[in-house]
């Protein structure tokens, strides 16, 4: 991505959602530059932040498994 589009993305995202406010941010530019770089890094390779994210399932489970078999 070109930098102006990273700068306007980093911008749009520092600004806080009402939970974000109350909580507050030291550096809310910051601290959006670094969620959307974890996000790009999704994006850009799901299958090895996959293995990483303490959030994932390590086997999740494949699209006939998610299927109702009542239906």
Known sequence: MDEPR???RVEARAEQLPEEERVGAADPEAQAAAILEESDER????????RESTQTLDDPPSQADLVDPSS
């Not at 994006?43 to 996959?50: A, Q």
């Open 6 to 8: 990273d700068e306007e």
């Open 43 to 50: 994006v850009d390779d799901p299958e090895g932040t996959r």
